[in-house]
């Protein structure tokens, strides 16, 4: 990475990190971006060249596996069959996962906070949609015909679903209990 690309990691990682302390403190209703931004020693520009919203903030993780997503132009030799795109959606749902916990304390407030405020569940819904559709793309983008990337994906989805409903907000069943739909999927079909 170029020292811009640094610093701007930097700057960001900050913003994120005083924005969880301040939500774990106090709750996500009673912060402000300014405080968010004072915590982080930011410019409230600053935070808003980075996240259009304190919502945003929430969601960064899963915001980096979409920009991943729709970045990967991986050319193939042929379209995947389903069976394959579902593998591949398999192992993205398992990067998301491993993505979402890796601070297990984080996850959980980010759980919490989603369950307690009905914009955060309302954004949390819209951003799973928008993986979902990023994956269906890239699947159609590699030849796979549209209703069957389209059903890769949101099978994808709902095994994603089934899991974090099975693991609640324990970080450390995330991952297992996803896995387990997946298998459960797989074996039954």
Do not use: W
């Amino acid at each position: 990475m170029t020292l811009r690309e640094r610093k701007k990691q930097r700057a960001q990682e900050a913003i994120v990190d005083a924005a969880y302390a301040l939500f774990a403190e106090r709750g996500f209703a009673d912060v402000t971006v300014t405080e968010i931004a004072e915590r982080a020693e930011v410019g409230r520009t600053t935070f808003f060249r980075y996240f259009g919203d304190k919502q945003e903030v929430l969601f960064v993780e899963e915001q980096n596996l979409l920009d991943a997503l729709l970045a990967d132009a991986t050319p193939v030799a042929e379209a995947p069959t389903f069976r394959e795109a579902l593998e591949l959606g398999r192992a993205a749902v398992g990067a998301m996962c491993r993505m979402v916990t890796a601070d297990r304390e984080r996850y959980r407030l980010h759980e919490k906070l989603v369950a307690d405020n009905e914009e955060l569940h309302d954004r949390s819904e819209r951003k799973l949609l928008n993986l979902t559709e990023a994956m269906a793309n890239r699947l159609t983008a590699q030849g796979m015909p549209a209703a069957e990337a389209a059903l890769v994906a949101h099978v994808g989805l709902a095994c994603f679903r089934a899991g974090r409903a099975v693991a609640g907000d324990d970080p450390a069943a995330l991952e297992p209990s996803v896995e387990n739909a997946f298998a459960v999927l797989s074996r039954d079909c």
